[in-house]
C-alpha cells in the first residue's frame, strides 16, 4: 500500500532554535498533504493543509509565521517550527492524499517534538 | 462546515464483552467517515472507512460501524473485546469537496478489563 514517511521520528532541540519536519510520500504523488498536532491524551488537530505550489492554508488559531509549510514538490512538504519554546512539544503527524484519488488518505507515523 | 462528536471520552469493558464507540457526525455534503486506532507510543492505524458504498462497513480486527445517516451517526462495534483492543479510537470526518479537509473527534480511550 501507499507509504507516507515521516522524518525525524523524534527531536530533541533547545528553546530558540528552529526544527524542520519532513513528510513524504513514497509511491504516489500528493498535491495536498495536511499537517496535524496532538497534545498527550488528546486528540489529533489540524494545523494547516499544505498545497503543492501555493501557499499553506492554516487553520484559526495556528500561527502561519511560527509553522512554516512548504510544498515544494508533489511527494514532499516540510513543516519548520520556528525559533521552538516548551510549549511547542509536541506529536506532530502529517498526512497525504494521492492526486487524483483525494478520498484516499495515509498518514505518517508522526514526529514527537522535545523543546527543552 | 464538518464536525465531529465522540460522545464517550473513555469506554471500560471486560475482555470477551460487545464494544460500542459512539461517533455523531455533522457536514454539508457527503463525507466520508472513517474510525482510526492509536495504540501507545504508536502511529495511526485505519480501522475501517465509510465513502458512500454499502452502510454497514467491516473493518480489521473484528469491529466494524454502519452509517446511519438519519441519525448522522458512524459508531463502530465489536462483538467481542480483546486486551489487545485497549487504545484511543478516533472518528474522523473527511469532506469530499474544497480542500477535503480532515477533522478528527476528540477521540474516545477504550479500557479491556481482564
Known amino acids: 500500500g501507499a507509504v507516507v514517511s515521516q522524518h525525524p521520528s523524534w527531536v530533541i532541540c533547545k528553546s530558540g532554535t528552529s526544527v524542520k519536519i519532513e513528510c513524504r510520500s513514497l509511491?504516489?504523488?500528493?498535491?495536498?498533504m495536511f499537517w496535524y498536532r496532538q497534545f498527550p491524551k488528546q486528540s489529533l488537530m489540524l494545523m494547516a493543509t499544505s498545497n503543492e505550489g501555493s501557499k499553506a492554508t492554516y487553520e484559526q488559531g495556528v500561527e502561519k509565521d511560527k509553522f512554516l509549510i512548504n510544498h515544494a514538490s508533489l511527494t514532499l512538504s516540510t513543516l519548520t517550527v520556528t525559533s521552538a519554546h516548551p510549549e511547542d512539544s509536541s506529536f506532530y503527524i502529517c498526512?497525504?492524499?494521492?492526486?487524483?484519488?483525494?478520498?484516499?488518505?495515509?498518514f505518517g507515523s508522526g514526529t514527537q517534538l522535545s523543546v527543552l | 462546515a464538518q464536525s465531529v462528536t465522540q460522545l464517550d471520552s473513555h469506554v471500560s469493558v471486560s475482555e470477551g464483552t460487545p464494544v460500542l464507540l459512539r461517533c455523531n457526525y455533522s457536514s454539508s455534503y457527503s463525507p466520508s467517515l472513517f474510525w482510526y486506532v492509536q495504540h501507545p507510543n504508536k502511529g495511526l492505524q485505519l480501522l475501517l472507512k465509510y465513502t458512500s458504498a454499502a452502510t454497514l462497513v467491516k473493518g480489521i480486527n473484528g469491529f466494524e460501524a454502519e452509517f446511519k445517516k438519519s441519525e448522522t451517526s458512524f459508531h463502530l462495534t465489536k462483538p467481542s473485546a480483546h486486551m489487545s483492543d485497549a487504545a484511543e479510537y478516533f472518528c474522523?470526518?473527511?469532506?469530499?469537496?474544497?480542500?477535503?479537509?480532515?477533522?478528527f473527534g476528540a477521540g474516545t480511550r477504550l479500557f479491556v478489563k481482564a
Open positions: 474522523v470526518v473527511r469532506g469530499n469537496t474544497g480542500g477535503f479537509k480532515t477533522i
Open positions: 498526512s497525504a492524499s494521492p492526486t487524483g484519488l483525494r478520498e484516499k488518505l495515509f
Open positions: 509511491d504516489f504523488q500528493a498535491t495536498t
